[in-house]
Structure formats: C-alpha cells, structure tokens
C-alpha cells in the first residue's frame, strides 16, 4: 500500500517546539521506526509551512495513493480550503495531531478538517502517526485462497 505522512506548519520544528505538548522527539527521527513497523507499505513524507503547497500535495496523490496521514497543525482549525481539497480526493484520509485538541485552548478544538476525514486520531504524540497507519493495516487486501 501506498501511503502520504502529509505534515503541516511548524511540524518540522518536532523535538524542538513545546516538548512538553509535542514530544522530544523530531519526525524525521520517528519515521525509520514507522517503516519499520510497516514494511509491506511505502510511506511517503511530505512537510510544508504553506497551505499552497499541502493542498498541492493532496491533488498530486488524492487519486492514486490508498492513504494519507494528515496532520494540518493549526490549518486545522482555519483552511476552508485545505478541507476543501481533502473533500475533494478520492484517498481516504486520518487527521492526526499530537496533542489532545480537546484538552488545548477552545480555538483548538475545531477542525474544519475532520468532516472530510475517514477519522481523527489526537493526544498520543507521535504514537497518533502509528495508529492511522494500523488503519490502513486493516484495509490492505487479505490473501485468500479459493478454489477455481
């Protein structure tokens, strides 16, 4: 299967940014451990601070990918228009956070996102990635055996 990790703005400063929200971990340091942990899937990384080029990244693989992963960081809760392109595609799609968006400042607790998702994953850290990835797991094709 082929799957997007699409990460929006200030994702790439993972490690470094609010540890005590984010974790002390960077993405890029996570990412081995993923394709590790699914090594039947080619997984795909792609991360901007510009919402230009995150909906771009949706039209490029919104038809042909089996999946995307996509944490929109605070476009989440403002891109009328980053919705719209996930409303747009074909390719189901996880929105993923960090953070608890429940537990954060009420602003935060939105998402304009989510309505066009598959389903929303937040408040485990880096472990979230994890879990939108076994649900992917579970829509790969089963190998069944059947007679002719």
């Not at 081995?32 to 039209?59: M, V, W």
């Not at 490029?60 to 009328?80: C, D, K, P, Q, R």
């Not at 996930?86 to 304009?112: D, M, Y």
């Amino acid at each position: 299967m082929k799957i997007l990790i699409l990460n929006g703005p200030n994702l790439n400063l993972l490690g470094q940014r609010e540890p005590g929200i984010y974790g002390t971990r960077s993405f890029d340091d996570y990412l081995p451990d993923l394709r590790a942990a699914f090594p039947d899937f080619t997984l795909d990384y792609f991360q901007s601070n510009h919402e230009g080029q995150l909906i771009d990244k949706l039209h490029e693989v919104g038809f042909s990918y089996h999946g995307i992963v996509l944490n929109a960081g605070g476009y989440t809760h403002t891109s009328v228009a980053l919705a719209d392109a996930v409303a747009a595609i074909h390719t189901p799609v996880v929105e993923v956070h960090l953070s608890n968006l429940h537990a954060r400042e009420e602003f935060r607790q939105k998402s304009l996102l989510g309505k066009n998702c598959v389903g929303s994953i937040s408040g485990f850290k880096l472990d979230s990635y994890r879990l939108a990835l076994q649900y992917f797991e579970g829509l790969k094709p089963k190998r069944v055996g059947f007679k002719v």
